[in-house]
């Protein structure tokens, strides 16, 4: 079965500077997705970046990057000039199986970030 | 726009007794999924449905029913609350074109005490 692990229970930046979220996984798959997702205090899950494991470049949504790297199995989110709104839990989520389309997400324990101003 | 709406925000349950947590989605999605999120933790699938009248188990079914009569709607059954199903629990819903995008209600916060 595939398993999701983040490391981090718990991490802080200052206010416009840069924090790296690290995430692993353990596949024996060959092609999948890998999301990051964003809970706020609202407890709504928003989609922060998505990575196709075929697509060797990494994914980038203004702000936010991943370090994927497919043969050490890691998924890292980087979140650039960090803000007081980016401060959430984040969770670092695998996509398992695909079941008549249906999509089975497998999530990791969560990192909550602080923005300390 | 409403999304994946989800009731109620709350509830709290006694041991033994049953409710429905509701969730409609009015985006014409064909997936719909049930998580779980237990406190400190990442969400597990209950439940998903890949369209109407077409239900199945996810990780962690036991103790919970669902139905999918129409695109929709998805309830989520508990029959005999346990103080195990204290959790929040989520809906979410995906596009047949864009799979791997899930769109996720507010949550619903249940106690069984």
């Known amino acids: ?21 690290s995430c692993t996984y353990d596949t024996s798959e060959s092609d999948y997705y890998l999301f990051w997702y964003k809970q706020p205090p609202s407890r709504q899950m928003i989609l922060v970046i998505r990575q196709e494991a075929y697509k060797q470049q990494n994914a980038t949504e203004n702000r936010f990057s991943v370090n994927f790297q497919k043969a050490a199995k890691s998924f890292s989110l980087k979140i650039s000039d960090s803000q007081l709104g980016d401060a959430a839990m984040y969770f670092c989520a ?6 008549q389309g249906a999509q089975k997400l497998v999530f990791g324990q969560g990192t909550r970030l602080t923005i300390n101003p | 726009n409403a999304g994946v709406t989800q009731t109620p925000k709350f509830r709290i349950l006694k041991i033994g007794q049953s ?9 014409n999605h064909n997936y719909m999924y049930w998580y779980r ?7 597990k699938l209950i439940y998903y449905s890949v369209g109407a009248g077409i239900t199945d188990k996810g990780e962690v079914p036991n103790g919970y029913n669902v139905s999918r009569s129409t695109t ?3 309830p989520l059954r508990l029959e005999l609350a346990a103080p195990s199903q204290t959790s929040v629990y989520f809906c979410a819903s995906s596009h047949i074109i864009a799979k791997n995008i899930q769109y996720f209600g507010a949550g619903t916060r249940l106690s069984v005490l």
Do not use: K
């Open chain 2, 37 to 43: 999120q237990d406190p400190g933790m990442g969400l």
């Open chain 2, 19 to 27: 409710m429905t947590l509701q969730c409609t989605q009015d985006m």
């Open chain 1, 1 to 21: 079965a595939q398993t999701v692990t983040q490391s981090q229970p718990e991490m802080s930046v200052q206010e416009a500077e840069t924090v790296t979220l």
């Open chain 1, 94 to 99: 695998y996509r398992s199986d695909v079941i």
């Open chain 2, 72 to 74: 929709e709607d998805f």
